[in-house]
């Protein structure tokens, strides 16, 4: 598998959970994958939270999902999006629970991620894990 292969396999706002790091513990929290697309993983938070002020100090993060009978472990460093014209198409790809929070690129400090430098652990029915980088 590779990430074109699991962008198949993963629709659009699947939900998981992400985990961060807070000074020297682990923080976790339901999370949401926006898409996969040329070769990145696309998240989105504000920059009013918790969250985006752990990702600043320390980038390494992970996500796990489980969809289409595979369950995933991902990990890698967030890169903040800094292009306001992928912002504006990171948002205009958002759910409607999503957008609720931040209706334009420019609410609420609507801030968006992708991961790289990651590796992705996938099995199916949880039988063995195999793994791939990014």
């Not at 990145?40 to 939270?49: A, E, L, Q, V």
């Not at 918790?50 to 990702?55: C, D, H, I, K, W």
């Not at 369950?71 to 504006?88: L, Y």
Request: one cysteine or more; glycine letters at 6%; aromatic letters at 14%.
């Amino acid at each position: 598998m590779n990430l074109e292969k699991m962008k198949v396999v993963i629709p659009i706002h699947t939900s998981g959970y992400f985990a961060t790091v807070d000074g020297d513990k682990a923080d976790i929290r339901g999370w949401q994958l926006q898409f996969i697309e040329d070769g990145k993983i696309y998240f989105c938070t504000s920059n009013k939270k918790e969250v985006y002020s752990q990702l600043h100090n320390n980038p390494n993060c992970a996500f796990t999902c489980s969809a289409g009978g595979y369950a995933f472990r991902i990990r890698g460093k967030a890169i903040m999006v800094r292009d306001k014209e992928v912002t504006a198409k990171i948002h205009a790809s958002i759910d409607a629970q999503v957008a609720a929070v931040y209706p334009t690129p420019d609410a609420n400090g609507f801030a968006a991620f992708y991961l790289e430098h990651g590796e992705v652990k996938h099995s199916r029915n949880f039988v063995s894990f195999d793994r791939f980088t990014f």
